[in-house]
């Protein structure tokens, strides 16, 4: 008889934005795989937790992948699912620990994945969207989203660098329709105005931008900055620093600068602008690695297929903050249930002798513990396992009711779908 839950090993991508040796959380979750062997000089970036054929999670116990695993093994993932979304994950769950800025990016839609996935299978390697959602493990900071219209012209005004790589024309046009506001129509024409202003930032001559950006770490540097400017100061130098003459860096001034405290979770829909910038967090997304990117990036870059997609969405940071409840009355249990069916978080935060048992769900799910002074109980308490390392990682069938107890501080994520 199948196992219920059973312990997973992860996978590590090691990529260069990523954090170093020891300071880096994935490196710090990965030593929980026996075959580990931490280098203090190496970059360790992502932790992947799923079935995505890049870097797919094995069985502990027997080391086949994970997918062929649930492939063999359905009731697993539970009828409801796997009538949906076929033998497999709908989620991939990741640890991200970020040294380096990611690029200036933007994930498809289904109907735009599917379409590059057709023209460009090499670049867009399958034909799934990625919303994704991202928890703060430690302080981060990131691109999420335009700036509300107001806040950009305000930089417009008093950033004559950026100022000067767009046309006067395009500029007064994006100011008349910020000071009109109101009504809809209004309102499309803003958002015209936008998309106007940042595809000519996004387009502007390489040599040109190598010279505004010069000539604007130079004026921070001797302190002419105005107070408006100063709100984002720290990021507009951090990504000079390690993007010099990116025209990624100017993105400082248009897009949202979000800052988490631990436990803060923003959710990134299809089609909106976003990078991340500092920080470690917990990641989740539909199945998928598509990614469409235009600055702070050596990797290809597709400027004309980003500009094309986006919403040009302008809200305010605060509003694209994730709400966390309560999970179905759980006093220890905090829920984050983005507007997708493919997957939702839950967080649960245990001190010593206190424990929580978690309902059974209609589908699979995958947890981490990333503080892990503490047991899980299942099958009735039949069948027990006591954790010994951070980083331990754990799938959870069907169907099934979970409880866990705390030693001393016990902290799991969770990712799951619960299928209708």
């Known amino acids: 008889m199948v196992a219920a839950v059973f312990q997973i090993y992860g996978g590590i991508q090691c990529y260069k934005w990523g954090k170093v040796g020891s300071k880096s959380e994935v490196a710090r979750f990965a030593q929980a795989t026996p075959s580990f062997a931490l280098e203090e000089t190496k970059p360790y970036a992502e932790l992947w937790m799923g079935t995505h054929p890049s870097c797919p999670s094995v069985v502990a116990s027997s080391g086949e992948n994970l997918r062929t695993f649930l492939t063999a093994n359905p009731g697993l993932l539970g009828k409801q699912s796997v009538a949906r979304y076929g033998p497999d994950l709908p989620f991939l769950f990741k640890v991200l620990a970020i040294n380096k800025a990611l690029s200036i990016q933007a994930h498809p839609d289904k109907v735009l994945a599917e379409r590059l996935h057709h023209v460009h299978p090499d670049v ?46 395009i500029v007064s046009r994006f100011m008349a329709a910020v000071n009109e506001g109101g009504p809809p129509a209004v309102a499309e024409d803003a958002q015209s105005a936008l998309r106007s202003v940042f595809s000519v930032l996004m387009k502007s001559d390489e040599d ?114 994730m709400v966390k409840t309560h999970y ?38 995958i947890f981490i513990v ?33 409880t866990f107890k705390a030693s001393g501080p016990l902290v799991v994520y969770r990712a799951f779908v619960e299928a209708d």
């Open 370 to 402: 990333t503080q892990s002074a503490g047991l899980i109980e299942w099958n009735s308490g039949r069948e027990v396992h006591h954790f010994k390392n951070d980083g331990e990682i754990f799938f959870v069938g069907a169907g099934t009711n979970i």
């Open 208 to 321: 040109s931008v190598r010279e505004v950006l010069k000539t604007l770490v130079a004026r921070y540097n001797s302190g002419d900055i105005d107070p408006e400017e100063q709100k984002i100061k720290d990021v507009v130098m951090t990504l000079s620093s390690q993007y010099p003459g990116d025209v990624g860096v100017l993105c400082s001034f248009l897009l949202n600068v979000v800052r988490l405290e631990p436990r803060q979770a923003i959710f990134l829909k299809a089609n909106e602008p976003h990078a991340y910038i500092s920080g470690d967090i917990v990641e989740t997304m539909a199945t998928s690695d598509n990614v469409v990117r235009a600055g702070l990036t050596p990797k290809l870059r597709d400027v004309p297929t980003l500009l094309s997609m986006l919403t040009y969405s302008a809200i305010p940071a605060a509003e694209r903050l």
């Open 124 to 169: 867009y390697k399958d034909a799934n969207h990625k919303p994704e959602m991202a928890i703060a493990i430690t302080p981060f900071t990131g691109f999420c989203g335009f700036l509300p219209l107001e806040a950009i012209a305000t930089y417009l005004s008093v950033v004559p660098e950026v100022r000067s790589l767009i046309p006067e024309e």
């Open 328 to 365: 179905k009355k759980l006093k220890r249990t905090i829920v984050y249930d983005p507007p997708i069916d493919e997957f939702s978080v839950l967080v649960t935060e245990l001190e010593v002798g206190e424990e929580e048992e978690h309902p059974a769900i209609n589908g699979p799910s």
